[in-house]
């Protein structure tokens, strides 16, 4: 069974930083696509960023550009995302999302292209 395990949030300063983590399991992590998405309270899901299944190519929202990075680890089935200068309107539960079926750039950007998720991690940026 597929398992995504997020971990590494946590309470941070404003203008500080956080590494998360997504372990996967039950699957071929080198086969796979991999997103960051977020989810603020009252908010629609979001994406934040992601990578191809080498790690070649990478994607960014606009609004994080410049300040947080995707990488992966395929020998340890991880991804991660390196997040710095942290905003307090960033505070959200941030997931890790797995593709098998994203064929365009485009792909990467939305919900709909990821076949699992994981449980998320709580993000919490104080000002």
């Known amino acids: 069974q597929e398992h995504l395990v997020e971990s590494g949030g946590g309470l941070v300063q404003a203008g500080g930083s956080l590494r998360l983590s997504c372990v996967a399991s039950?699957?071929?992590?080198?086969?796979?696509?991999m997103g960051w998405f977020r989810q603020a309270p009252g908010k629609e899901r979001e994406f934040v960023a992601a990578i191809n299944w080498n790690g070649v190519r990478t994607y960014y929202a606009d609004s994080v550009q410049a300040r947080f990075s995707i990488s992966r680890d395929n020998a340890r089935n991880t991804v991660y995302l390196q997040m710095n200068s942290l905003k307090p309107e960033e505070t959200a539960v941030y997931y890790c999302a797995a593709s098998s079926r994203i064929y365009s750039s485009s792909g990467y950007y939305g919900t709909g292209g990821y076949d699992y998720w994981g449980q998320g991690t709580q993000v919490t940026v104080s000002s």
């Open positions: 039950g699957l071929t992590f080198s086969s796979y696509a």
